[in-house]
């Protein structure tokens, strides 16, 4: 084994110098240095494996050392020494690289013991080192496999939809062997199918190989002589996948002149079968010729899947052209039963027309078929069905039905139609619908309005058929006169042959009598009713009928709200949804309060009760309402004139609290005044008594000097009690005289003040909520004194101060600031404090709201001095920022009047 090569620093030269020659003597090849500079100098011309170094060196130390060799080179172990042991030291030395601390005096077995542990980590650190480098090295190449399997998925989900696409199966049989090559990475590809128990090659793709194999095999196509090799006979006999690889020979390709160089001859190939409803009709053969790697079992699975997509593909084709061959002969066969079919209908049409033209032609017809075949015999039978069938529906319609063919005229009618008009319908079969028309005109109240809508009818052949307008319906109800009196409707539809040809046109007129009268009746009631109401319709919610109250009220003519869609106008979409889901639910809805969008765009208060009900013979929406605007209204000064009373309340209150303050401010200074009278009298009298004492005691005590240095010392302490009697009456009289200004109880009405004389009485009365965390800062500038309420101002500010202490709970700073701009005086709190929300800002000014906690505030404060400022003709304006501070401004005008 190599010996190991030390850097041992030092620099203590004894213990250098003796640790050296030991180290040396046990096989190590050790350099020395003296200091951490030298270290790196010669680190750097001769690296070394092992670093020894000294914790506690002069200059450069030993975590220095450290840091910058271990960056140098990573793998260099180090080893640092103290006589110090400090532990901190070491852990300091190891966290930037060093493995191991060693205390002095040095040891050589302790030094080889530390060497020997930092060895076998370093090497247990390769060793991980290089096994997860091994499994990075596994993990890529298993995603790069991942990654190969999943493009291949990829390229087999579009290729079967791309195959899906096809109609032709030579197309889709000549494509498929290039789609397997390029999206499943194979060299070469056969298709091969079974044809009279033969295996034919029909399609190839040699992507790398040469023109002339290429052309070979193309002849072989053309030709139907490929050789087949031994495993594709037996892939398609036992529906199964083969797999050959490392495949040196194969001979029936060279006997049949496929002369194959090295590079040509298949180095391993896959076959499997195509299936077609699970049944081989072919075979798939795919080969790695060029390619690097190795087929894989899920290489083989994806091929089968790809063969499993042809043959699925090709079913598919089959299927659809078998389907569409079936579709063509029963097109055909259908078509042959048409044309037949056709015949005899204008044979029936005739036949028809000749019956209704009496009893002698009908019996000449008669006997005319009873000479047919039988099979005009059945032919009538049928038709007599079919016409019966189609009598016993139109007699079983409540509608007077009519049906005319395209030359106009009447094939058939119901006898409904014959009692609506008190005619025999059957009379006039072939007859044209306008000479029936002419006949029954006379028996409506206003013939005009029938010709009219029988002419509008008349125009509209392009439609297929009539829209039902209940509400025309009722509008436009033709009355009957006679034979009986009543209401119908009439309708009319074209009618189409399964060509789309018109053949005719349906006429039907219903009695709507009873529900014409029951509508006029709901109509009625409305109409005289001087309540709003509306009806509306289920389905679409359009108004079918308003009376004139709703229509004033919303602002519009009763015409023009007919046809409107009643919950375009609800003022609150929610609303809407909340009938909607009423109704839905219950099919009624009472005293629901909303606002409602008149003609000008202006919201209303309206209450309402709907129901769903049945008008004529469709569902509608009955709804009454009422105008409660002013009632709206009455509540909203109601509530404005107790937030009013609230307020006056309130600041009464505060008056009166003031006003008790005042008098119990000048009650107790008065109480304090003759006590602290008396004292100051007393005090001013001890004072002259003491001066003529000294005077007189010094007289007696001349001689006696130790005496007298001892009266002189008692006298200096009854001085200094004095002073300090003298310095606290008087401060006494200060904080008197200044809660009497504060109070102020002689100036309710306007006053000159000094606001900043307020505004340090308002700092003292607080000093105590302050304490020692709240540090105040004065930026007073020179403004004048002005006419005001000076005991509500002395309220603001106090209030406002005391706001600003309770927002810092903690330390902070408070900055009263004031300025003359213009007319105004500007004065401003600013706090550090914890800020308002931006949400609350906005109702901070409210009578009772509070952003503080339980028992910190009464929400009264601030909406004190917002009517303050009122009373003041100012403003009071805040910014806030959440954990920066809070900055009132307070503007008072200088020339404030009354």
């Keep these: 084994m190599k010996p190991l090569k030390i850097l041992y620093i030092e620099d203590d030269d004894s213990q250098r110098i003796s640790f050296a020659k030991i180290l040396r003597k046990n096989g190590y090849i050790v350099t020395a240095a003296s200091s951490g500079k030298k270290g790196f100098k010669k680190f750097s011309k001769s690296p070394s494996d092992i670093i020894l170094c000294d914790l506690n060196m002069p200059g450069i130390d030993g975590i220095q050392v450290v840091k910058k060799l271990k960056k140098e080179n990573p793998q260099v172990i180090c080893i640092v020494t103290s006589a110090h042991g400090s532990i901190k030291s070491a852990m300091k030395a190891i966290e930037h690289g060093a493995y191991d601390f060693i ?84 060299d070469r590809s056969l298709l091969l199918l079974e044809n009279d128990g033969k295996l034919m090659l029909r399609s190839f793709y040699f992507l790398h190989d040469s023109k002339k194999m290429n052309k070979i095999v193309k002849r072989y196509i053309k030709e139907g002589n490929f050789p087949v090799i031994q495993p594709m006979p037996q892939c398609f006999k036992e529906n199964r996948t083969i797999f050959k690889k490392n495949i040196k020979r194969i001979r029936s390709w060279e006997i049949n002149s496929i002369v194959l160089s090295k590079r040509e001859l298949p180095s391993s190939f896959v076959l499997t079968p195509i299936r077609v409803k699970n049944k081989p009709i072919g075979v798939l053969a795919g080969n790695l010729q060029y390619h690097p790697r190795e087929l894989e079992h899920q290489d083989i699975v994806r091929f089968e899947t790809f063969a499993n997509i042809v043959g699925l593909s090709i079913d598919k084709i089959r299927g659809y052209h078998n389907l569409e061959r079936k579709v063509k002969e029963r097109t055909r066969s259908l078509h042959t039963v048409y044309i037949e079919l056709k015949k005899k209908a204008r044979q029936l049409e005739k036949t028809t027309i000749d019956l ?3 009893n002698i032609q009908l019996l000449a017809v008669k006997e005319i ?61 072939q007859k044209n619908i306008k000479e029936f028309n002419k006949k029954i005109r006379l028996k409506f109240a206003f013939p005009k309005l029938f010709n009219e809508k029988v002419r ?19 509008r436009d109800a033709l009355e009957v006169l006679k034979p009986v009196h009543r209401y119908l409707s009439l309708y009319s539809s074209i009618v189409h042959d399964r060509n789309d040809k018109i053949v005719g046109r349906v006429w039907a007129y219903t009695d709507i009598t009873k529900e014409k009268e029951s509508d006029e009746q709901v109509h009625a009631i409305i109409e005289v009713s001087p309540l709003p109401f509306v009806i509306s319709r289920v389905y679409d919610d359009k108004i079918l009928f308003a009376n004139k109250p709703l229509a004033d009220l919303l602002g519009y003519k009763v015409e023009d709200l007919v046809g409107k869609v009643a919950p375009d106008f609800y003022y609150t979409p929610e609303d809407r949804e909340i009938v909607l889901t009423a109704l839905k639910k219950d099919g009624f809805l009472k005293n629901f309060e909303t606002q409602v969008i008149t003609s000008t765009g202006e919201p209303i208060w309206m209450i309402f009760s709907l129901v769903i009900t049945r008008i004529g013979s469709e569902s509608a929406i009955v709804g009454a309402l009422y105008d409660i605007s002013e009632y709206k209204a009455a509540l909203d000064k109601l509530a404005l004139a107790n937030i009013e009373i609230k307020e006056a309340q309130t600041q009464l209150v505060q008056s009166e609290k003031m006003a008790s303050l005042g008098m119990l401010v000048a009650g107790v200074a008065h109480e304090i005044n003759n006590p602290i009278g008396a ?13 003529k004492l000294k005077t007189e005691f010094s007289k007696l005590v001349v001689n006696d000097t130790d005496v007298a240095k001892e009266a002189k010392r008692i006298f200096q302490i009854i001085d200094d009690a004095n002073e300090v009697i003298d310095i606290g009456t008087e401060k006494v009289g200060l904080i008197v005289k200044q809660l009497k200004s504060f109070a ?18 308002a700092l003292m009365l607080s000093r105590h909520e302050m304490g020692n965390r709240i540090r105040v800062v004065k930026k007073f500038g ?47 709190f600013a706090d550090t404090g914890i800020g308002i929300p931006k949400d609350k800002l906005e109702k901070i000014f409210d009578p009772g709201y509070t952003t503080k906690g339980v028992g910190v505030g009464t929400g009264l404060g601030l909406s004190i001095c917002y009517k303050i400022m009122q009373e003041h003709n100012g403003e009071i304006r805040v910014k806030s920022k959440l954990n920066k501070g809070t900055t009132f401004e307070i503007i008072i005008p200088t020339n404030l009047k009354v």
């Design 369 to 429: 078929l009873e000479e047919k075949n039988e099979e005009m015999q059945d032919i009538l039978s049928e038709l007599s069905q079919r016409k019966n069938e189609l009598q016993s529906l139109l007699d079983s319609s409540l509608s007077g039905i009519l049906m005319v063919n395209t030359d106009g005229k009447i094939v058939a009618a119901n006898q409904v139609f014959s009692e609506f008009f008190g005619v025999d319908a059957g009379k006039f079969i």
């Design 679 to 691: 004292v100051r009298s007393m005090h001013n009298t001890s004072m002259r008594a003491m001066e």
């Design 744 to 761: 102020r109880l002689d100036e309710a009405d306007l006053q000159k003040a000094d606001i900043h004389e307020g505004i340090i009485q």
């Design 103 to 186: 205390t002095k005096p040095l040891h050589i077995e302790e030094f080889n013991s530390s060497l020997k542990r930092a060895l076998e980590q370093k090497k247990l650190q390769e060793e991980i080192h290089d096994y997860a480098s091994g499994l990075e090295e596994m993990v890529k190449k298993r995603t790069e496999k991942l990654n190969y399997a999943n493009k291949q998925l990829t390229a087999l989900n579009k290729l079967s939809n791309r195959l899906s696409k096809f109609r032709n199966e030579d197309e889709l049989i000549n494509i498929v062997p290039e789609l397997l090559t390029k999206s499943l990475d194979f």
């Design 782 to 828: 020179d403004v004048p004194k002005i006419r005001c309420y000076p005991a509500k101002l002395n309220q603001l500010y106090l209030n406002m101060i005391i706001n600003s202490i309770q927002a810092m709970p903690a330390k902070g700073t408070l900055t009263i600031s004031s300025r003359l701009i213009g007319n105004n005086i500007h004065i401003k």
């Design 456 to 474: 509008s009818f008349l125009k509209s052949e392009k439609d297929h058929s009539v829209h039902v307008d209940h509400a025309a319906m009722f």
């Design 356 to 358: 209704a033209e009496g």
